[in-house]
Protein backbone atom coordinates (compact mmCIF):
# COMPACT_ATOMS: atom_id res chain seq x y z
CA UNK A 1 0.00 0.00 0.00
CA UNK A 2 1.73 3.10 -0.86
CA UNK A 3 1.92 6.23 1.54
CA UNK A 4 -0.79 8.44 -0.08
CA UNK A 5 -3.20 5.30 0.95
CA UNK A 6 -1.69 4.97 4.31
CA UNK A 7 -2.38 9.05 4.76
CA UNK A 8 -6.01 8.69 3.51
CA UNK A 9 -6.92 5.88 5.77
CA UNK A 10 -5.35 7.26 8.93
CA UNK A 11 -7.58 10.55 8.45
CA UNK A 12 -10.60 8.34 8.01
CA UNK A 13 -9.81 6.85 10.98
CA UNK A 14 -8.74 9.35 12.85
CA UNK A 15 -12.07 11.38 11.73
CA UNK A 16 -14.07 8.24 12.80
CA UNK A 17 -12.74 8.22 15.95
CA UNK A 18 -12.83 12.11 16.97
CA UNK A 19 -16.65 12.32 15.46
CA UNK A 20 -17.55 10.19 18.45
CA UNK A 21 -16.11 12.61 21.07
CA UNK A 22 -18.79 14.11 23.33
CA UNK A 23 -17.48 17.15 23.32
CA UNK A 24 -17.74 17.75 19.42
CA UNK A 25 -21.02 16.54 19.21
CA UNK A 26 -22.15 18.64 22.12
CA UNK A 27 -20.65 21.77 20.55
CA UNK A 28 -22.16 20.56 16.86
CA UNK A 29 -25.38 19.74 18.12
CA UNK A 30 -25.33 23.29 19.60
CA UNK A 31 -23.97 25.53 16.10
CA UNK A 32 -26.06 23.02 14.01
CA UNK A 33 -29.53 25.00 14.94
CA UNK A 34 -31.27 24.13 11.30
CA UNK A 35 -30.11 20.25 11.80
CA UNK A 36 -29.41 19.54 8.36
CA UNK A 37 -26.08 17.70 9.57
CA UNK A 38 -23.70 20.86 8.61
CA UNK A 39 -22.49 24.04 10.23
CA UNK A 40 -22.81 27.14 8.10
CA UNK A 41 -20.09 29.89 8.71
CA UNK A 42 -23.26 32.06 10.37
CA UNK A 43 -24.55 29.42 12.65
CA UNK A 44 -20.74 28.77 13.35
CA UNK A 45 -20.15 32.54 14.18
CA UNK A 46 -23.66 32.84 16.23
CA UNK A 47 -22.09 29.23 18.59
CA UNK A 48 -19.16 31.15 18.91
CA UNK A 49 -21.00 34.50 20.08
CA UNK A 50 -22.50 32.38 22.50
CA UNK A 51 -19.53 30.73 23.93
CA UNK A 52 -18.17 33.89 24.44
CA UNK A 53 -20.77 35.62 26.26
CA UNK A 54 -21.09 32.16 28.42
CA UNK A 55 -17.16 32.74 29.12
CA UNK A 56 -17.20 36.02 29.95
CA UNK A 57 -18.55 35.82 33.42
CA UNK A 58 -18.31 39.86 34.83
CA UNK A 59 -19.98 40.65 31.09
CA UNK A 60 -17.51 43.51 30.74
CA UNK A 61 -17.03 42.72 27.03
CA UNK A 62 -13.00 40.61 27.73
CA UNK A 63 -12.59 37.13 28.36
CA UNK A 64 -9.58 36.51 30.11
CA UNK A 65 -7.42 33.40 30.71
CA UNK A 66 -9.48 32.40 34.16
CA UNK A 67 -12.66 33.11 32.43
CA UNK A 68 -11.72 30.42 30.02
CA UNK A 69 -11.12 27.96 31.94
CA UNK A 70 -13.63 28.06 34.56
CA UNK A 71 -16.15 28.13 32.10
CA UNK A 72 -14.71 25.08 29.87
CA UNK A 73 -16.91 21.81 31.34
CA UNK A 74 -19.81 24.50 31.29
CA UNK A 75 -19.17 24.96 27.39
CA UNK A 76 -17.85 21.77 26.62
CA UNK A 77 -19.39 19.13 28.99
CA UNK A 78 -15.98 18.20 30.20
CA UNK A 79 -13.13 19.30 32.65
CA UNK A 80 -9.75 20.41 30.50
CA UNK A 81 -7.72 17.39 29.76
CA UNK A 82 -3.84 17.98 30.03
CA UNK A 83 -3.30 17.83 26.55
CA UNK A 84 -5.49 20.28 26.08
CA UNK A 85 -4.03 24.01 25.15
CA UNK A 86 -4.07 25.78 28.21
CA UNK A 87 -6.63 28.93 27.89
CA UNK A 88 -3.63 31.46 27.85
CA UNK A 89 -2.32 30.09 24.89
CA UNK A 90 -5.77 30.18 23.43
CA UNK A 91 -6.05 33.49 24.07
CA UNK A 92 -2.45 34.39 22.57
CA UNK A 93 -3.46 33.06 19.48
CA UNK A 94 -6.27 35.46 18.46
CA UNK A 95 -5.06 38.29 20.70
CA UNK A 96 -4.55 40.92 18.27
CA UNK A 97 -3.35 44.05 20.51
CA UNK A 98 -1.39 41.84 22.92
CA UNK A 99 -3.17 42.41 26.25
CA UNK A 100 -3.56 39.07 27.39
CA UNK A 101 -7.33 39.00 27.01
CA UNK A 102 -9.96 38.77 24.33
CA UNK A 103 -12.18 41.13 23.22
CA UNK A 104 -15.66 40.25 21.51
CA UNK A 105 -14.20 41.25 18.53
CA UNK A 106 -10.90 39.30 18.74
CA UNK A 107 -12.90 36.07 19.28
CA UNK A 108 -15.13 36.95 16.31
CA UNK A 109 -12.58 37.20 14.14
CA UNK A 110 -10.38 33.90 15.29
CA UNK A 111 -13.44 31.93 15.12
CA UNK A 112 -13.88 32.98 11.52
CA UNK A 113 -10.33 32.05 10.55
CA UNK A 114 -11.36 28.76 12.67
CA UNK A 115 -13.95 28.08 10.60
CA UNK A 116 -11.92 28.56 7.43
CA UNK A 117 -9.07 26.24 8.49
CA UNK A 118 -11.78 23.40 9.64
CA UNK A 119 -13.67 23.69 6.39
CA UNK A 120 -11.03 21.65 4.22
CA UNK A 121 -12.83 20.70 1.80
CA UNK A 122 -14.07 24.16 1.01
CA UNK A 123 -17.85 24.14 0.75
CA UNK A 124 -18.82 27.07 3.12
CA UNK A 125 -19.95 24.37 6.09
CA UNK A 126 -18.08 21.93 8.76
CA UNK A 127 -19.29 18.61 8.13
CA UNK A 128 -18.78 16.95 12.23
CA UNK A 129 -15.60 15.21 10.81
CA UNK A 130 -14.30 18.48 10.17
CA UNK A 131 -15.03 20.25 13.04
CA UNK A 132 -13.47 17.64 15.15
CA UNK A 133 -10.48 17.04 13.05
CA UNK A 134 -10.07 20.97 13.32
CA UNK A 135 -10.61 21.21 16.86
CA UNK A 136 -8.05 18.25 17.61
CA UNK A 137 -5.23 19.49 15.60
CA UNK A 138 -6.01 23.15 16.67
CA UNK A 139 -6.13 22.74 20.56
CA UNK A 140 -3.50 20.30 21.19
CA UNK A 141 -0.50 22.12 23.32
CA UNK A 142 2.29 23.52 20.82
Not at 29 to 43: F, I, L, P, Q, R
Not at 60 to 83: F, L
Not at 113 to 136: I, P, Q, R, V, Y
Request: glycine share 8%; hydrophobic share 45%.
Amino acid sequence: MNMKALTLIAGALFALHASANPEIDKQFSAMDTDHDGKVSAAEHAAGAKAMFEKMDANHNGKVTAAEMTAAHAEITGQSAKKSDMPAADKIKAIDADGDGVLSADEHAKGSAAMFAKMDTNKDGFLSKEEMAAGHATMMRKP
